[in-house]
């Protein structure tokens, strides 16, 4: 049971039996990524990941594409829909030129994000230009304006659903600061209003628009030529935004992978710190373990789902019993017993508000303090100010869970039965040790650069799995050591001196001499065990089919001899012998 | 079980200079016990209590002496009377001698135990050692003490003892109380020892492990920093969440007459297809697990999951070392672990050290990754921080602590308070008052933290403990409350707060405190207080009402185009009290004119705004009157003209009269604000 009444260090999904019911409705996100196909963004290149020159449009795309693989694990019950504009073949629901639609099957427009959707978008690029097309949707002497029509088809997919119940957006991904730039006056000025207009439109229904643009290395990317005005940026947001928004896809990433997460508070609580003098705060759960959804127990034969209903039953009589029962703990030979309020009340020992105790400096605060990710709380109530420049840590306060005495445990204090003093290190093996920590030191390393292996490799598995192909695509480990980087003679020689004023010569017979000495009991068990499997003729046994005559203790004797594993039932430990006898 | 079982000696001094801790002693070890009648059913214990008027042990009927020291209880396993016993502890009359009481209870484990049980035999000893112990016949005390502790480890015991100084003995003498300490501390050169000072009562209350947790490794093996260079090393968790016990339900379906009922109750899981009309239990071996991908639900067999899922090898590998300050302290993720060399290993205990103190001298930690178990399913990355030991008998060691997965961290964007407009900075005043309270409720004055980790019980357990005492004897007892030792805990100290009054004052000064109109609908209903203008509270701005912090443009008339604004501003001017009011009239009048020449398509949406920011406006400023005169108007005028869209909008978002409970100077109950539209409605207006 939790020891957390006021659930201050609570995440607001915690509750995964209720998401699946309530998530659906109250906080979705419905989101259009408008990605800009004009021939520009085909031809303009930057300097990809590994170096290599990468078209813009090939950085928007996978950019979506990576959101779009998040989202379907962490968001999965948002929905999505991926527009392109500046196209040669047209395909949405007013049927406007140079508006493409991008679906598959089996999925509405705007719709939660499938297998088929991610694996699909993942190989556009190869069919783009035979199936989508690019070609430049503003042209002198044309009425035709795509980013309008983009806006208009974009704001149309989002007429789903009630702004109350969710958030909606559209991300627009280009490269071309000046859309109208190629127009003459009247036309130029004609299109940018109407456009504007467009996008205003939207925007008071609710809908917010984000710019993702593309700089080309030669010229930045300029907002105020046009931008500015559409997503209304003015003053110091338009010169933060700039620097923010860079040529690399790195950066890319990190800036949509920001952006999509809408900001959700755990709870509101109040801060007091003295009688009469509180502050009201939002808490955050910015750190929280990211595990693999919730098991949906399924029936192997229509693969339908579950349901899994409790039920409690009396152990002495049988009969269910319906409403909630009284808990107990057995106690100087009785059971003593607890109404579920009486828990409740004992767990009840302040208000539900922050207090201020006082304050402590830094050094009191031990690295063993931790208990549970921390909290981050920021004053509520503000109004919300998005400001576009990369943030690397959010102002506030970050909420620690302290340990009670109860909690920290004292197992170093164990083990010095001896008299003398423990080993210190001297001076010269601290240097040498320093000297090799140099070599293996990571000068910008942050905290979180690693994705979860396990969990990368669950969503391959079931990505796999969902678009049924036969191979699972391998996943990367991320915290796999540097082993080629381990053995460069700059660490070898810093290793084997540390290793050399530490261990002396004798390193490796150390190590066989502790195996030697953890072993002895183990030894003579093996040495009587090793006899013993003489005893028997096992092959003749086996060819006999007798080994299941023999007890679990003589079968182990064998497997122990030959280094096998003992574990398992009896028919298991046979099998395993005839395997190992190659029979 | 049995091999574990502990006993454990209580020395407790109840001499006259110990009465004003003796309650908090009681209810630490009757915790104790109660603690071990669930935890550890089997383990022993004895209660020796030393500064009684008279005397009652082994020793001092056989060999004479050992005065004043009684045995309470004879090494017995524990029971509920022992409970009864340690709350009950007699109150002594003459300073005690804590080293008799030591030789004591060494007698009595020695005369029951022999030489067996090595290490599993404790003594534990409290009291306040202000008073001088009896010279020996022969020999200095210290050379008395040296024998006893060598005597004590060879017996293979161990004592704790818990010294309770600070304001408990401030008249006492301080030679006498560094001799003491001197004397304890030998027993730690000698033999397994942990001393530990406490000056409050509520750091005594943790002082003692009340329940012991045997140590379990999480990971023998070695730490690899590099392929050549590997160091053996032993895992063990430093802190872990002491939960709350877990309850068993209980049934009362049983007749009382069943004096066998066991009234536990099963809990059992059926599982059933959802399809409503077969509502039939599917079997367990008809199961199959799914994952959801997506709107998808994967279904994948165990077996299929055992063979494609992610399985690294056990192990911990460096992955590199960096700089401490790149880790950030909010980063931690779980409880924390404990690395140490192999115990025995002297070698590996010294490549510890050398790097634990390298890693010191150059502020660097590493960064590993670590496999605990064969076959298990997750890697854990996270950092180690060197822990250089200040006790020479224990070794060097780290301290581990688990990192955040890049899918663990959801980067939510935060304005930054240096961004806030100048009228939400905190100005200088407001700063020093603020740094004058960080000062001033200093709990770690002069290295004598308060609330130490260490020393700090959990008050929830330590309230479920007492409450499951008393319902042991009464089960119908209340909830007791919060102890008042406690109360430190989770109050501030009312001491601290009371000497340092003048900086809450001039804090009070400096924050104009606000009801936050907005927060009050809220379904929460908490009284909030708002802090208006700015803050400079280390937490950073709060809440700014947006009223308060409109651009200092001064605003003169309310215009056309943004009237809402504009009186935000003009209330906001806060030079002339005339402001306000020229304000709320000025609205008034506009909201009037807008109902008359209702503005485009949307009607009556820029009435009602207007509406609800003099709302706002006037329960700010407690000014219901112009307000209230305003809705009576509003509705005269929509039953005369018969329109029925604009009550119902102002009802549909709550802008009814400001009631009595909103400002005081209103004479309009909630009840009569509520019904204040729905009053109209029968009048039909067709």
Same mark, same amino acid.
């Given at each position: 049971?939790?020891?957390?009444?006021?659930?201050?260090?609570?995440?607001?999904?915690?509750?995964?039996?209720?998401?699946?019911?309530?998530?659906?409705?109250?906080?979705?996100?419905?989101?259009?990524?408008?990605?800009?196909?004009?021939?520009?963004?085909?031809?303009?290149?930057?300097?990809?990941?590994?170096?290599?020159?990468?078209?813009?449009?090939?950085?928007?795309?996978?950019?979506?594409?990576?959101?779009?693989?998040?989202?379907?694990?962490?968001?999965?019950?948002?929905?999505?829909?991926?527009?392109?504009?500046?196209?040669?073949?047209?395909?949405?629901?007013?049927?406007?030129?140079?508006?493409?639609?991008?679906?598959?099957?089996?999925?509405?427009?705007?719709?939660?994000?499938?297998?088929?959707?991610?694996?699909?978008?993942?190989?556009?690029?190869?069919?783009?230009?035979?199936?989508?097309?690019?070609?430049?949707?503003?042209?002198?002497?044309?009425?035709?304006?795509?980013?309008?029509?983009?806006?208009?088809?974009?704001?149309?997919?989002?007429?789903?659903?009630?702004?109350?119940?969710?958030?909606?957006?559209?991300?627009?991904?280009?490269?071309?600061?000046?859309?109208?730039?190629?127009?003459?006056?009247?036309? /130029?000025?004609?299109? #940018?209003?109407?456009?504007?207009? !467009?996008?205003?439109?939207?925007?008071?229904? &609710?809908? +917010? %628009? =984000? *710019?993702?643009?593309?700089?080309?290395?030669?010229?930045?990317?300029?907002?105020?030529?046009?931008?500015?005005?559409?997503?209304?940026?003015?003053?110091?947001?338009?010169?933060?935004?700039?620097?923010?928004?860079?040529?690399?896809?790195?950066?890319?990433?990190?800036?949509?992978? /920001?952006?999509?997460? #809408?900001?959700?508070?755990?709870? !509101?609580?109040?801060?007091?710190?003295?009688? &009469?003098? +509180? %502050? =009201? *705060?939002?808490?955050?759960?910015?750190?929280?373990?990211?595990?693999?959804?919730?098991?949906?127990?399924?029936?192997?034969?229509?693969?339908?789902?579950?349901?899994?209903?409790?039920?409690?039953?009396?152990?002495?009589?049988?009969?269910?019993?319906?409403?909630?029962?009284?808990?107990?703990?057995?106690?100087?030979?009785?059971?003593?017993?607890?109404?579920?309020?009486?828990?409740?009340?004992?767990?009840? %020992?302040?208000?539900?508000?922050?207090?201020?105790?006082?304050?402590?400096?830094?050094?009191?605060?031990?690295?063993?303090?931790?208990?549970?990710?921390?909290?981050?709380?920021?004053?509520?109530?503000?109004?919300?100010?998005?400001?576009?420049?990369?943030?690397?840590?959010?102002?506030?306060?970050?909420?620690?869970?302290?340990?009670?005495?109860?909690?920290?445990?004292?197992?170093?204090?164990?083990?010095?039965?001896?008299?003398?003093?423990?080993?210190?290190?001297?001076?010269?093996?601290?240097?040498?040790?320093?000297?090799?920590?140099?070599?293996?030191?990571?000068?910008?390393?942050?905290?979180?650069?690693?994705?979860?292996?396990?969990?990368?490799?669950?969503?391959?598995?079931?990505?796999?799995?969902?678009?049924?192909?036969?191979?699972?695509?391998?996943?990367?480990?991320?915290?796999?050591?540097?082993?080629?980087?381990?053995?460069?003679?700059?660490?070898?020689?810093?290793?084997?001196?540390?290793?050399?004023?530490?261990?002396?010569?004798?390193?490796?017979?150390?190590?066989?001499?502790?195996?030697?000495?953890?072993?002895?009991?183990?030894?003579?068990?093996?040495?009587?065990?090793?006899?013993?499997?003489?005893?028997?003729?096992?092959?003749?046994?086996?060819?006999?089919?007798?080994?299941?005559?023999?007890?679990?203790?003589?079968?182990?004797?064998?497997?122990?001899?030959?280094?096998?594993?003992?574990?398992?039932?009896?028919?298991?430990?046979?099998?395993?012998?005839?395997?190992?006898?190659?029979? | 079980?049995?091999?574990?079982?502990?006993?454990?000696?209580?020395?407790?001094?109840?001499?006259?200079?110990?009465?004003?801790?003796?309650?908090?002693?009681?209810?630490?070890?009757?915790?104790?016990?109660?603690?071990?009648?669930?935890?550890?059913?089997?383990?022993?214990?004895?209660?020796?209590?030393?500064?009684?008027?008279?005397?009652?042990?082994?020793?001092?009927?056989?060999?004479?002496?050992?005065?004043?020291?009684?045995?309470?209880?004879?090494?017995?396993?524990?029971?509920?009377?022992?409970?009864?016993?340690?709350?009950?502890?007699?109150?002594?009359?003459?300073?005690?001698?804590?080293?008799?009481?030591?030789?004591?209870?060494?007698?009595?484990?020695?005369?029951?135990?022999?030489?067996?049980?090595?290490?599993?035999?404790?003594?534990?000893?409290?009291?306040?050692?202000?008073?001088?112990?009896?010279?020996?016949?022969?020999?200095?005390?210290?050379?008395?003490?040296?024998?006893?502790?060598?005597?004590?480890?060879?017996?293979?015991?161990?004592?704790?003892?818990?010294?309770?100084?600070?304001?408990?003995?401030?008249?006492?003498?301080?030679?006498?109380?560094?001799?003491?300490?001197?004397?304890?501390?030998?027993?730690?050169?000698?033999?397994?020892?942990?001393?530990?000072?406490?000056?409050?009562?509520?750091?005594?209350?943790?002082?003692?492990?009340?329940?012991?947790?045997?140590?379990?490794?999480?990971?023998?093996?070695?730490?690899?920093?590099?392929?050549?260079?590997?160091?053996?090393?032993?895992?063990?968790?430093?802190?872990?969440?002491?939960?709350?016990?877990?309850?068993?339900?209980?049934?009362?379906?049983?007749?009382?007459?069943?004096?066998?009922?066991?009234?536990?109750?099963?809990?059992?899981?059926?599982?059933?297809?959802?399809?409503?009309?077969?509502?039939?239990?599917?079997?367990?071996?008809?199961?199959?697990?799914?994952?959801?991908?997506?709107?998808?639900?994967?279904?994948?067999?165990?077996?299929?999951?055992?063979?494609?899922?992610?399985?690294?090898?056990?192990?911990?590998?460096?992955?590199?070392?960096?700089?401490?300050?790149?880790?950030?302290?909010?980063?931690?993720?779980?409880?924390?672990?404990?690395?140490?060399?192999?115990?025995?290993?002297?070698?590996?205990?010294?490549?510890?050290?050398?790097?634990?103190?390298?890693?010191?001298?150059?502020?660097?930690?590493?960064?590993?990754?670590?496999?605990?178990?064969?076959?298990?399913?997750?890697?854990?990355?996270?950092?180690?921080?060197?822990?250089?030991?200040?006790?020479?008998?224990?070794?060097?060691?780290?301290?581990?602590?688990?990192?955040?997965?890049?899918?663990?961290?959801?980067?939510?964007?935060?304005?930054?308070?240096?961004?806030?407009?100048?009228?939400?900075?905190?100005?200088?005043?407001?700063?020093?008052?603020?740094?004058?309270?960080?000062?001033?409720?200093?709990?770690?004055?002069?290295?004598?933290?308060?609330?130490?980790?260490?020393?700090?019980?959990?008050?929830?357990?330590?309230?479920?403990?007492?409450?499951?005492?008393?319902?042991?004897?009464?089960?119908?007892?209340?909830?007791?409350?919060?102890?008042?030792?406690?109360?430190?805990?989770?109050?501030?100290?009312?001491?601290?707060?009371?000497?340092?009054?003048?900086?809450?004052?001039?804090?009070?000064?400096?924050?104009?405190?606000?009801?936050?109109?907005?927060?009050?609908?809220?379904?929460?209903?908490?009284?909030?207080?708002?802090?208006?203008?700015?803050?400079?509270?280390?937490?950073?701005?709060?809440?700014?009402?947006?009223?308060?912090?409109?651009?200092?443009?001064?605003?003169?008339?309310?215009?056309?185009?943004?009237?809402?604004?504009?009186?935000?501003?003009?209330?906001?001017?806060?030079?002339?009290?005339?402001?306000?009011?020229?304000?709320?009239?000025?609205?008034?009048?506009?909201?009037?004119?807008?109902?008359?020449?209702?503005?485009?398509?949307?009607?009556?949406?820029?009435?009602?705004?207007?509406?609800?920011?003099?709302?706002?406006?006037?329960?700010?400023?407690?000014?219901?009157?112009?307000?209230?005169?305003?809705?009576?108007?509003?509705?005269?005028?929509?039953?005369?003209?018969?329109?029925?869209?604009?009550?119902?909008?102002?009802?549909?978002?709550?802008?009814?009269?400001?009631?009595?409970?909103?400002?005081?100077?209103?004479?309009?109950?909630?009840?009569?604000?509520?019904?204040?539209?729905?009053?109209?409605?029968?009048?039909?207006?067709?």
């Amino acid at each position: 049971m939790d020891l957390d009444p006021e659930d201050v260090f609570k995440d607001e999904e915690d509750d995964l039996d209720n998401e699946f019911y309530h998530q659906s409705e109250s906080s979705k996100e419905y989101v259009v990524y408008l990605v800009d196909a004009s021939p520009k963004m085909f031809n303009t290149t930057c300097a990809g990941n590994d170096q290599k020159d990468e078209t813009h449009f090939h950085t928007a795309v996978s950019c979506v594409a990576g959101s779009l693989k998040t989202q379907i694990i962490s968001r999965s019950y948002d929905e999505v829909a991926i527009c392109f504009f500046n196209t040669r073949e047209k395909k949405n629901l007013q049927d406007l030129n140079g508006v493409f639609v991008f679906n598959v099957a089996e999925r509405e427009h705007l719709d939660r994000p499938t297998a088929r959707l991610i694996k699909e978008f993942d190989c556009i690029e190869e069919s783009f230009m035979r199936e989508i097309g690019s070609q430049y949707g503003i042209v002198p002497g044309s009425r035709e304006n795509s980013l309008y029509n983009a806006l208009w088809v974009a704001q149309a997919l989002l007429r789903k659903g009630s702004i109350k119940t969710a958030d909606k957006r559209i991300l627009l991904f280009t490269n071309e600061d000046d859309p109208f730039g190629s127009l003459q006056d009247a036309a /130029k000025k004609d299109m #940018t209003r109407t456009t504007l207009q !467009r996008a205003k439109d939207a925007q008071d229904l &609710g809908i +917010s %628009i =984000e *710019l993702l643009p593309l700089s080309r290395p030669d010229s930045e990317f300029n907002v105020s030529t046009f931008y500015a005005d559409l997503i209304g940026l003015d003053g110091e947001d338009l010169a933060q935004f700039m620097p923010s928004a860079s040529q690399k896809l790195e950066d890319m990433k990190d800036q949509l992978r /920001k952006r999509m997460f #809408t900001k959700r508070v755990v709870r !509101r609580i109040e801060f007091q710190i003295a009688n &009469g003098l +509180s %502050i =009201e *705060l939002n808490t955050y759960a910015l750190i929280r373990p990211t595990v693999p959804g919730a098991i949906t127990w399924l029936d192997s034969v229509t693969n339908h789902p579950l349901k899994t209903e409790r039920s409690l039953i009396c152990e002495d009589t049988g009969a269910l019993i319906q409403e909630p029962p009284k808990l107990f703990q057995p106690y100087r030979n009785e059971n003593v017993k607890f109404l579920p309020e009486e828990i409740a009340e004992i767990k009840r %020992i302040s208000p539900g508000k922050l207090r201020l105790l006082g304050f402590k400096p830094l050094s009191c605060l031990k690295d063993y303090y931790n208990l549970r990710p921390s909290t981050f709380v920021y004053p509520s109530d503000q109004d919300e100010i998005t400001s576009a420049g990369a943030q690397m840590e959010p102002p506030g306060m970050h909420m620690i869970y302290l340990p009670y005495a109860d909690d920290i445990r004292d197992d170093e204090e164990i083990f010095p039965d001896t008299e003398e003093d423990a080993p210190r290190a001297d001076e010269d093996q601290i240097q040498k040790a320093a000297a090799l920590i140099k070599r293996i030191y990571v000068k910008d390393f942050s905290a979180f650069q690693f994705a979860n292996p396990a969990l990368q490799r669950h969503y391959a598995v079931l990505q796999a799995l969902a678009l049924a192909e036969d191979d699972i695509p391998e996943t990367i480990d991320e915290t796999a050591s540097d082993e080629e980087g381990l053995t460069r003679p700059a660490v070898v020689r810093a290793a084997e001196a540390f290793k050399h004023s530490v261990y002396g010569d004798s390193y490796d017979e150390e190590s066989d001499m502790g195996k030697e000495k953890m072993s002895e009991a183990s030894r003579k068990r093996k040495a009587i065990a090793e006899n013993a499997a003489k005893d028997y003729d096992w092959g003749n046994l086996a060819d006999k089919g007798q080994l299941k005559n023999l007890t679990v203790g003589d079968l182990k004797v064998y497997l122990n001899a030959h280094n096998l594993p003992v574990s398992g039932k009896k028919e298991a430990l046979i099998s395993r012998i005839l395997t190992h006898m190659g029979k | 079980m049995a091999r574990n079982k502990e006993k454990l000696v209580l020395l407790l001094d109840v001499g006259p200079s110990m009465h004003g801790v003796l309650s908090e002693v009681e209810k630490l070890c009757s915790m104790l016990v109660e603690k071990k009648l669930i935890f550890s059913k089997y383990d022993e214990l004895g209660v020796v209590v030393f500064g009684t008027e008279e005397s009652n042990n082994d020793l001092t009927t056989e060999v004479g002496g050992y005065q004043n020291i009684t045995v309470l209880q004879d090494i017995k396993v524990v029971d509920g009377d022992l409970v009864d016993t340690l709350q009950k502890l007699p109150r002594g009359t003459v300073d005690g001698d804590f080293l008799d009481a030591i030789v004591v209870g060494m007698d009595m484990l020695i005369k029951k135990y022999k030489d067996l049980h090595k290490g599993k035999k404790r003594l534990c000893l409290i009291t306040n050692a202000i008073h001088p112990i009896k010279d020996p016949f022969e020999g200095s005390k210290e050379d008395q003490v040296m024998t006893i502790a060598e005597q004590m480890a060879a017996q293979g015991m161990k004592i704790e003892s818990i010294v309770v100084r600070g304001r408990f003995s401030r008249d006492a003498n301080k030679g006498v109380m560094d001799e003491n300490d001197h004397l304890l501390s030998i027993f730690s050169k000698k033999t397994h020892t942990r001393t530990v000072y406490v000056d409050t009562p509520t750091s005594l209350l943790g002082a003692l492990k009340t329940r012991r947790v045997t140590p379990v490794t999480v990971f023998r093996g070695h730490l690899e920093l590099s392929p050549q260079m590997k160091i053996k090393v032993w895992v063990y968790k430093k802190t872990q969440e002491e939960k709350f016990p877990t309850l068993k339900k209980y049934s009362e379906k049983a007749p009382a007459s069943n004096k066998l009922a066991t009234h536990q109750v099963k809990v059992s899981y059926e599982y059933k297809s959802v399809d409503g009309y077969s509502n039939s239990v599917i079997p367990p071996e008809q199961r199959i697990k799914g994952y959801r991908y997506g709107p998808q639900v994967v279904p994948i067999s165990t077996a299929e999951w055992d063979a494609v899922k992610f399985k690294p090898e056990k192990g911990i590998k460096v992955l590199g070392f960096t700089d401490a300050s790149k880790i950030k302290r909010h980063c931690y993720m779980k409880d924390v672990y404990l690395f140490i060399a192999e115990p025995g290993n002297t070698r590996a205990t010294l490549a510890v050290s050398a790097i634990a103190r390298a890693m010191k001298e150059m502020n660097a930690v590493a960064i590993l990754r670590c496999v605990w178990r064969q076959g298990q399913q997750n890697v854990v990355v996270g950092v180690l921080t060197p822990n250089i030991s200040q006790n020479d008998k224990i070794p060097d060691s780290f301290y581990f602590n688990v990192l955040p997965f890049a899918e663990d961290v959801r980067e939510y964007q935060f304005p930054s308070f240096n961004s806030f407009p100048a009228s939400w900075q905190p100005n200088d005043q407001q700063q020093k008052a603020a740094d004058e309270l960080v000062q001033m409720l200093d709990l770690a004055p002069s290295g004598k933290e308060a609330l130490l980790p260490e020393f700090t019980p959990n008050p929830v357990l330590e309230r479920f403990y007492r409450h499951l005492e008393l319902k042991a004897k009464q089960p119908d007892a209340a909830v007791p409350p919060l102890d008042e030792t406690l109360k430190k805990i989770i109050e501030p100290d009312p001491e601290l707060v009371a000497e340092n009054k003048s900086v809450f004052d001039a804090l009070h000064r400096h924050f104009e405190l606000k009801q936050n109109p907005k927060l009050k609908k809220s379904s929460r209903q908490w009284y909030q207080e708002k802090q208006s203008g700015s803050n400079a509270h280390v937490s950073g701005g709060q809440a700014v009402n947006s009223i308060e912090n409109q651009p200092p443009v001064k605003i003169e008339k309310i215009g056309d185009l943004t009237p809402v604004q504009d009186f935000e501003a003009m209330m906001s001017q806060r030079d002339n009290p005339e402001w306000v009011e020229k304000a709320i009239k000025e609205l008034r009048e506009k909201i009037l004119a807008l109902l008359i020449h209702p503005d485009g398509e949307d009607k009556y949406q820029k009435a009602v705004e207007c509406v609800a920011a003099l709302r706002k406006g006037c329960i700010i400023e407690q000014e219901p009157g112009p307000y209230n005169d305003l809705m009576h108007r509003i509705r005269q005028y929509c039953e005369e003209k018969g329109i029925k869209s604009l009550p119902q909008l102002l009802a549909s978002r709550d802008l009814t009269l400001i009631s009595k409970s909103e400002a005081e100077d209103s004479n309009v109950t909630a009840e009569e604000a509520r019904s204040f539209f729905v009053k109209m409605e029968p009048k039909p207006d067709v």
